[in-house]
Every structure is written in C-alpha cells, then in structure tokens.
C-alpha cells in the first residue's frame, strides 16, 4: 500500500512537469508573431507570479498558525512541567520531614534506653556495694 501512494505521488509531481513543459513547448513553438509570443510569456509569467504570492500567503499563514500552536503546546507543557516540579518538591519535603521525624524519634528512644540502662547500672553497682558492705 505506500508502494502504491509513492507511486501515485510520483505519477501526479511527474504529470504537474510535463504539464508545465508542455505548455512552454506549446508557446515556444506556436505560430504567433514575435510581439505576441513575447506578451503570452510575460502573461503567462504574470500569473505565475501571483500564484507563487498566493502559495506564499498561504504557507506564511499556515506557518503562523503552526507557531502559535507550538507556542500554546509549549506554555501548556511548561506550566504542567512548573505544576509537576512543585508537586514533586512539596512531596519531597513531606517525605524528609516523614523521615527526619521518625529519626528524632529514634534518637529519642536510643536515649532514654541508654538513660534507663545507666540507671539500671547504677543500681545494680549500689546493689553489689549493699551486698559486699552486708558482708
């Protein structure tokens, strides 16, 4: 099937060609005076010319048209990009607070776990002192 459209591409752009050779064959050769043959070129020139200016407009128009959708398209993914990145950045600091809360928590109990081990220590030393004192 795109064998078949490359085909029928190239068969159109090769029937726009001969087209257009033929029909300046056809003026070179036609049995018109010089004065006329030359009026017909600069006619046929002419018109032309304002269809290059039209396929001009057209395409400058069209080019517009696909920069401001370009533009639309890129203020839309920047915005969403901005949206993202705050989001992103607002979940982060969530999660490091997260974290850094449980860590201060931990802190905590390793402390108090040292603190009632040294009490403990210190008991069981004032014990053993009680004990040997006793003796």
Do not use: C
């Amino acid at each position: 099937m795109g064998e078949s459209n490359i085909n029928s591409k190239d068969f159109l752009i090769g029937t726009l060609i001969g087209g257009f050779v033929g029909a300046a064959a056809a003026l070179l050769f036609a049995p018109k005076a010089g004065h006329e043959l030359r009026g017909n070129l600069n006619d046929g020139a002419t018109q032309l010319k304002g269809r290059a200016g039209t396929w001009k407009d057209a395409a400058y128009e069209k080019g517009s048209g696909l920069k401001d959708m370009a533009y639309e398209k890129g203020s839309n993914l920047k915005s969403k990009a901005a949206d993202s990145k705050e989001k992103f950045t607002q979940k982060t600091q969530e999660l490091t607070k997260n974290v850094q809360g449980k860590w201060n928590e931990r802190k905590n109990q390793e402390t108090a776990a040292e603190e009632a081990a040294e009490e403990l220590a210190d008991a069981i030393e004032e014990a053993a002192e009680e004990a040997e004192d006793n003796k």
